[in-house]
């Protein structure tokens, strides 16, 4: 199939051959097809080749061909404008999105800037704190004795357990001036001896532990953004906070 079209910046679809290049030599050349078209100068014209004829010709360097987008731009075509870009004074402008955050930046077709998304941030990064907090507290603490550290979970029947042997030992010691000690297992179903004191002890810690993850996430969440936090990050200041609660 050949396209022919006219010789200017913005080329004119002047006639269509529906021939193949040997069927227009049989036909006798391009003198003889264009000579029915007498208004028409082959000199002026250009030849092309090929399926469809274009959607927006231009021409240059001496032939045909599509028009790229800002060349549409620049014509008056409408496009369709693809995010970070806008047009101005017949130019095809592109913003380049910037590095970093790119999860919460929104093209604004108005105001022709990348904005921040910080709502969306926000929920993403007090999503993460609340994951976080979530695992240290299913993890527990680990808790020293003789130099070896066993692993304490918090669940609500280690702390009910716990608490009900304290308040045992601790009306055994007022109404008969002792308290029986338990046996205390871990999580590696080691056990030590515990009498009143020493509960009391682990008891503490794991307050203490409770309450600096707790302190934490409400530090992160209303003191400082590290965003995006780790794991690393929020249990060195879980341990930073567990260490001033216990010495207070």
């Known amino acids: 199939m050949y396209y022919i079209y006219s010789k200017e910046k913005l080329p004119k679809l002047l006639f269509d051959v529906n ?4 069927e227009v030599k049989l036909y006798g050349g391009w003198d003889v097809i264009f000579g029915y078209y007498p208004n028409i100068q082959k000199d002026d014209s250009t030849i092309i080749e090929r399926d469809t004829p274009f959607n927006y010709p231009i021409f240059d360097n001496n032939t045909i061909r599509e028009m790229t987008r ?10 369709t404008l693809e995010i970070g870009e806008f047009i101005e004074n017949k130019k ?3 913003v380049p999105k910037p590095q970093g955050n790119e999860k919460y930046l929104n093209w604004d077709k108005e105001k022709h800037l990348w904005i921040l998304d910080t709502e969306a941030q926000k929920k993403d ?9 979530a695992d240290v507290l299913e993890y527990g603490f680990d808790y020293k ?13 280690d702390i009910t357990s716990l608490a009900s042997n304290i308040s045992i030992m601790l009306a055994e010691k007022i109404i008969k001036g002792k308290e029986k000690p338990i046996t205390w ?3 590696d179903n080691f056990g030590i ?3 009143l004191e020493k509960s009391l002890v682990l008891a503490s810690f794991g307050k203490t532990f409770t309450q600096s993850v707790y302190d934490t996430e409400n ?4 003191k400082v953004n590290p965003f995006p936090l780790t794991k690393d990050e929020f249990e060195k200041k879980r341990k930073e906070i567990h260490s001033s609660l216990a010495k207070g």
């Open 19 to 22: 021939l193949t290049s040997d």
């Open 70 to 79: 800002e060349e549409k731009v620049a014509n008056d075509i409408e496009i």
């Open 92 to 94: 095809l402008i592109k």
């Open 125 to 133: 990064y007090f999503d993460v704190i609340d994951r976080l907090k």
């Open 145 to 157: 004795v003789d130099k070896k550290e066993h692993r304490q979970r918090c669940r609500d029947k």
């Open 185 to 187: 297992y871990f999580e």
């Open 193 to 195: 001896e515990l009498d």
């Open 219 to 222: 530090y992160f969440k209303t």
